[in-house]
């Protein structure tokens, strides 16, 4: 028996931490028996560093991980994420918006309160009648108070980070108190078995690092997926076509500007704007389609949203290969964040997928080398119907949209575009509201029916509700609409304005369970 007790991962950054964090903390057990984390990482290589924004998911991750949520938020520069806010996606108009907010609607899993929405031409927004979360963002206010201990909270709530923080938080805090070990040094040779396993890497620095199990966190280089196991890259631009982003550093007008607790999403003549408020600045940048608008065009798109203040300040160039590995785990070699792939950051899928990746490599670390094909073939399926299935959700925000204003618009809404199980349920969804029989029924499924839901209603899309259908609910539903709006007032009436509480944790601290 070959045992894995040498886990190395090569790369830093949001990746290659959140990886050894993840798997450190499950298995701290082991390490007085042997078992080890090593963290491979070029000092010389600057991480990407733009992604800011997150999941609901990272609560537990960091919680699992021992941080604490006070610490979190003083290091990395951190704000509450309640939601993303679409604007001009539907039909460009000034007042075309919606929100797709992280709480679900009032007694999902029991009543399907969409069809029931559906049913009443007066009713609001489909976000206002069933969650209060849009008018807490409308009114710029928090997910808690500061008596709410760390990672609890009446409403859910995600994160904006400084990603070049977040890094060194995570480092610093795996180094210190989970016991990974920290290698800075350039990787130079790949080394293989006769097997095809890797054996280990050679480095500049450090010599020669060996392991049982490698992660590689090199993003989009992909040195050992890539470039020593040869796993192709599977493409997904013919569905997304966006593949360049401009990015800026917004300063605030005032220290006291409010800051947005969701992230705002503004569409474009071929792509979007996002908006995301940090303490001490936004992030701010252009994902758009260089085939259907020039960088010269892209950036002044960006500069005009941004105003007179943004006139004299640097832009960032990146660029996007939309896609994935066709296999995530060969031998013994798993890909983890940008050298597994990357879509647009659209609904901030990035983080939440190395989050994933890292939780179920630690679940279900090998015991031996005997079992690993076995645990491989088991993630990569998992991980092959998670990739799906955002490619399909990030695809529904271009195929509903009614702009017809540019060629962008207008390529997005071809049906050779649109993945067939996404058509396949967009028919589907003009007969009945979306619901969790909808193929949103695996453990492993990352947006639910209630996502799809958000997306749908909030860009207009009517589905047909057949009369006397709702009878059976009716009672139900009603109850859950009725507190939906109660809850919206005592939230409204009883929460703080985001920054306010952001400076309180600064100042006092969150309480602890």
Same mark, same amino acid.
């Given at each position: 028996?070959?045992?894995?007790?040498?886990?190395?991962?090569?790369?830093?950054?949001? #990746?290659?931490?959140?990886?050894?964090?993840?798997?450190?903390?499950?298995?701290?057990?082991?390490?007085?028996?042997?078992?080890?984390?090593?963290?491979?990482?070029?000092?010389?290589?600057?991480?990407?560093?733009?992604?800011?924004?997150?999941?609901?998911?990272?609560?537990?991750?960091?919680?699992?991980?021992?941080?604490?949520?006070?610490? +979190?938020?003083?290091?990395?520069?951190?704000?509450?994420? *309640?939601?993303?806010?679409?604007?001009?996606?539907?039909?460009?108009?000034?007042?075309?918006?919606?929100?797709?907010?992280?709480?679900? =609607?009032?007694?999902?899993?029991?009543?399907?309160?969409?069809?029931?929405?559906?049913?009443?031409?007066?009713?609001?927004?489909?976000?206002?009648?069933?969650? =209060?979360?849009?008018?807490? &963002?409308?009114?710029?206010?928090?997910? !808690?108070?500061?008596?709410?201990? $760390?990672? /609890?909270? =009446?409403?859910?709530?995600?994160?904006?980070?400084?990603?070049? !923080? +977040?890094?060194?938080?995570?480092?610093?805090?795996?180094?210190?108190?989970?016991?990974?070990?920290?290698?800075?040094? @350039?990787?130079?040779?790949?080394? !293989?078995?006769?097997?095809?396993?890797?054996?280990?890497?050679?480095?500049?620095?450090?010599?020669?690092?060996?392991?049982?199990?490698?992660?590689? &966190?090199?993003?989009?280089?992909?040195?050992?997926?890539?470039?020593?196991?040869?796993?192709?890259f599977k493409s997904c631009a013919d569905t997304l076509f966006c593949d360049t982003a401009l990015a800026i550093q917004m300063p605030y007008e005032h220290e006291d500007a409010p800051i947005a607790s969701h992230t705002k999403s503004t569409a474009q003549s071929a792509g979007w704007i996002w908006d995301i408020g940090l303490p001490t600045r936004r992030g701010v940048g252009h994902v758009f389609s260089s085939s259907h608008v020039s960088v010269d065009q892209a950036e002044r798109e960006l500069r005009a949203y941004l105003g007179e203040g943004a006139r004299d300040l640097p832009v960032r160039t990146l660029k996007i290969r939309a896609g994935h590995r066709e296999t995530f785990w060969t031998g013994n070699c798993v890909a983890v964040g940008l050298a597994a792939g990357f879509l647009?950051?659209?609904?901030?899928?990035?983080?939440?997928?190395?989050?994933?990746?890292? !939780?179920?490599?630690?679940?279900?670390?090998?015991?031996?080398?005997?079992?690993?094909?076995?645990?491989?073939?088991?993630?990569? #399926?998992?991980?092959?119907?998670?990739?799906?299935?955002?490619?399909?959700?990030?695809?529904?925000?271009?195929?509903?949209?009614?702009?017809?204003?540019?060629?962008?618009?207008?390529?997005?809404?071809?049906?050779?575009?649109?993945?067939?199980?996404?058509?396949?349920?967009?028919?589907?969804?003009?007969? *009945? #509201?979306?619901?969790?029989?909808?193929?949103? @029924?695996?453990?492993? $499924?990352?947006?639910?029916?209630?996502?799809? *839901?958000?997306?749908?209603?909030?860009?207009?899309?009517?589905? #047909?509700?057949?009369?006397?259908?709702? @009878?059976? $609910?009716?009672?139900?539903?009603?109850?859950?609409?009725? /507190?939906?709006?109660?809850?919206?007032?005592?939230?409204?009436?009883?929460?703080?304005?985001?920054?306010?509480?952001?400076?309180?944790?600064?100042?006092?601290?969150?309480?602890?369970?």
């Open positions: 028996m070959q045992p894995i007790n040498h886990i190395v991962i090569v790369g830093g950054g949001t #990746a290659g931490w959140l990886t050894a964090g993840t798997i450190a903390a499950r298995h701290r057990g082991r390490m007085a028996h042997g078992f080890t984390v090593t963290l491979v990482e070029s000092p010389t290589t600057p991480i990407i560093g733009v992604g800011e924004g997150t999941w609901p998911t990272l609560r537990g991750t960091l919680r699992r991980m021992g941080v604490s949520e006070t610490d +979190f938020f003083r290091q990395c520069d951190a704000a509450f994420k *309640q939601g993303a806010l679409f604007a001009g996606w539907t039909t460009g108009a000034a007042d075309d918006a919606y929100y797709h907010p992280l709480m679900l =609607p009032q007694g999902f899993g029991q009543v399907n309160l969409a069809q029931h929405w559906l049913a009443d031409p007066a009713a609001a927004t489909f976000c206002d009648s069933v969650t =209060p979360q849009g008018r807490i &963002c409308d009114a710029g206010l928090a997910p !808690k108070t500061i008596a709410t201990p $760390e990672y /609890e909270g =009446p409403a859910n709530y995600a994160y904006h980070l400084d990603a070049g !923080k +977040f890094s060194t938080f995570l480092q610093r805090h795996c180094t210190e108190q989970l016991g990974v070990r920290h290698v800075l040094a @350039d990787v130079r040779e790949v080394r !293989k078995t006769e097997t095809g396993d890797i054996r280990a890497v050679r480095t500049e620095q450090a010599g020669e690092i060996a392991g049982d199990l490698f992660v590689d &966190c090199t993003g989009f280089a992909a040195r050992l997926i890539g470039e020593a196991m040869g796993v192709p647009e950051p659209l609904e901030a899928s990035a983080i939440v997928l190395i989050e994933l990746s890292a !939780k179920l490599i630690a679940e279900q670390m090998p015991a031996c080398r005997e079992v690993m094909d076995t645990i491989a073939r088991r993630f990569n #399926a998992t991980t092959h119907y998670r990739w799906g299935r955002i490619i399909d959700f990030l695809k529904l925000h271009y195929a509903l949209t009614q702009r017809r204003d540019t060629d962008f618009w207008r390529d997005n809404v071809r049906p050779e575009t649109i993945p067939d199980r996404l058509q396949g349920l967009m028919e589907l969804w003009r007969w *009945q #509201a979306p619901w969790m029989h909808d193929e949103f @029924d695996r453990a492993d $499924e990352v947006f639910p029916a209630a996502s799809y *839901q958000y997306v749908l209603y909030g860009m207009g899309h009517r589905s #047909a509700v057949s009369p006397g259908s709702l @009878d059976a $609910e009716a009672v139900q539903a009603s109850r859950a609409l009725r /507190e939906n709006r109660s809850q919206t007032e005592r939230m409204l009436a009883g929460l703080p304005r985001h920054r306010d509480l952001i400076r309180k944790i600064h100042q006092h601290g969150m309480p602890t369970l």
